[in-house]
């Protein structure tokens, strides 16, 4: 497929997991793809494979963001990080660290693509959420209020965007087959008290109507089209790809 060729793209959290996935679907389909990743040695090994670009980068460092240009057509906002815990057991610290990679991280680099893509009426901004932007589990107050932001900040970048031909969209998968879910079975089987090896049946998958974990692959193919010009009526959309979880 060559439908993004010409258009550079930037996948945060890019050189594992879903990211991999999306910075491999949106170079397949022919964008020069930035890798974003605080993993410099991952991120430069993909950058590589892809005949695209790494970029080192802590986006927990904001300060940094604030005045940064970004002269991309395509920001998929995918970095994320996890924590387990009841509420009055959270680490307030950690709790503020997941707002501000999932929240204010997204917003400045936004912030920072949108003034290119105005000037080229076009804009692809992909957001992925989870289900949990959609639905709240116990246990991951912050990262479930991050969600739910993040759905908002993408509602209202589609208000803003849509007269100058920039989309904004949330992708809410429930969990995939990436390391950041396979690190929470240790702490999800201590707060459900249970064993690990029934985490994923009695846990993960008890709200979902189909038993499987959802591939990276699976999440990378919806945001290589609303990526592309197929998807250019489509902003301010949540795409639930969560095996049935929020159909009842």
């Known amino acids: 497929m060559s439908d993004l060729s010409g258009r550079s793209a930037l996948v945060t959290g890019g050189a594992s997991g879903i990211g991999a996935a999306c910075a491999r679907q949106l170079a397949g389909r022919g964008a020069r793809v930035v ?35 970004l002269d991309v057509d395509i920001l998929v906002n995918n970095a994320g990080i996890q924590t387990v815990a009841s509420i009055v057991d959270f680490d307030p610290a950690a709790f503020r660290r997941i ?14 693509a949108l003034p290119h893509m105005y000037s080229r009426d076009f804009g692809r901004i992909v957001n992925v959420s989870s289900v949990h932007g959609l639905r709240a589990s116990e246990f991951k107050v912050a990262y479930v209020t991050a969600k739910h932001a993040l759905e908002g900040m993408s509602k209202v970048t589609a208000l803003e965007g849509a007269s100058h031909g920039v989309t904004s969209n949330c ?14 079975i240790a702490d999800q089987a201590k707060a459900h008290s249970i064993p690990e090896d029934e985490v994923l049946e009695k846990v993960m998958l008890t709200e979902s109507a ?33 095996g049935g979880w929020t159909a009842s």
Do not use: C, H
């Open 35 to 69: 890798i974003a990743d605080v993993d410099e040695t991952s991120a430069k090994e993909l950058a590589t494979e892809l005949g695209g670009e790494a970029w080192a980068v802590d986006l927990l460092d904001t300060a940094n963001l604030e005045t940064l240009t």
């Open 99 to 112: 707002q501000t990679l999932m929240v204010e991280a997204p917003f400045l680099l936004i912030r920072a």
């Open 171 to 184: 992708i809410n998968p429930g969990y995939v087959r990436t390391p950041l879910v396979e690190k929470q």
């Open 210 to 242: 189909i038993k499987r974990l959802v591939e990276p692959s699976e999440v990378a193919s919806l945001v290589g089209w609303l990526a592309s010009d197929d998807a250019g009526m489509v902003t301010g959309a949540s795409y639930a790809m969560d």
